[in-house]
């Protein structure tokens, strides 16, 4: 069900089984409409020093209907520490609203997804 919502928002070709692994690895709250998944939000947390939203996704029908709002005040909520997160070039209103300030600069150097 994720790879749909995945796929839902970012096309792409992803493996089933290490999509598995990596969601053993976080916390996931999901929002769901009837057996449907529409949205879910990742926490990648140490418990301690260190949490990050690894990404928040909404089916692009399903948005600006307060769902990614509320999955971000449930993370909130269930983290154990404070948050840090990256935003996509023009999503950072939707952060600022929910009181995340800009912070540190963030870097990326990418290697290719395994298959």
């Known amino acids: 069900m994720f790879l749909l919502l995945v796929n839902g928002v970012w096309q792409g070709d992803y493996n089933e089984t290490l999509t598995h692994i990596a969601l053993q690895k976080t916390m996931n709250i999901t929002a769901w409409q009837n057996d449907r998944l529409v949205g879910c939000v990742r926490i990648l947390t140490d ?15 399903f948005q600006k209907m307060g769902i990614g709002k509320r999955l971000m005040e449930l993370a909130w909520e269930a983290s154990p520490t404070s948050l840090f997160l990256g935003a996509q070039p023009g999503k950072e209103p939707f952060f600022e609203k929910l009181g995340f300030v800009k912070g540190i600069q963030s870097f990326q150097k990418k ?5």
């Open 47 to 61: 418990g301690y020093f260190f949490g990050t939203i690894s990404e928040i996704l909404v089916l692009p029908e």
């Open 111 to 115: 290697k290719e997804r395994r298959k």
